[in-house]
Nanobody, 126 residues
Framework: QVQLVESGGGSVQPGGSLRLSCAVS????????MGWFRQAPGKEREGVAM???????KYADSVKGRFTISRAYGQSTLYLQMNSLKLDDTAMYYC????????????????????WGQGTQVTVSS
């Protein structure tokens, strides 16, 4: 089974940038739909960005134009480049995977992703 480990979280000022990484391990015969999700205290977990095996991407409206999801060769590492960070971006960020192709609507349903990393905290504050 695929295993995911996030890193790169930290504290940053508004307007700053941060890049999250998700190390992917485990051999598979299938491609995976990969995504980044986040959860702030008192809020539901929400989708941030998603990428399929062909590199097609999907973003939440709240991060379009600011965040970029990418995948290294062989899907060994998943990245989330976050620019122009806002206070509302503060959350625990999780890497997740779902076997098979992505569908646009999947970003709205974290429950559909069966494999999760441990999370990495991102704090945006003045």
């Amino acid at each position: 089974q695929v295993q995911l480990v996030e890193s790169g979280g930290g504290s940053v000022q508004p307007g700053g940038s941060l890049r999250l990484s998700c190390a992917v391990s485990g051999y598979t015969d299938s491609t995976y739909c990969m995504g980044w999700f986040r959860q702030a205290p008192g809020k539901e977990r929400e989708g941030v960005a998603m990428i399929d095996g062909d590199g097609v991407k999907k973003y939440a409206d709240s991060v379009k134009g600011r965040f970029t999801i990418s995948r290294a060769y062989g899907q060994s590492t998943l990245y989330l480049q976050m620019n122009s960070l806002k206070l509302d971006d503060t959350a625990m960020y999780y890497c997740a995977a779902r076997r098979g192709p992505c569908r646009g609507a999947y970003i709205q349903y974290p429950v559909l992703f069966r494999i999760w990393g441990q999370g990495t905290q991102v704090t945006v504050s003045s």
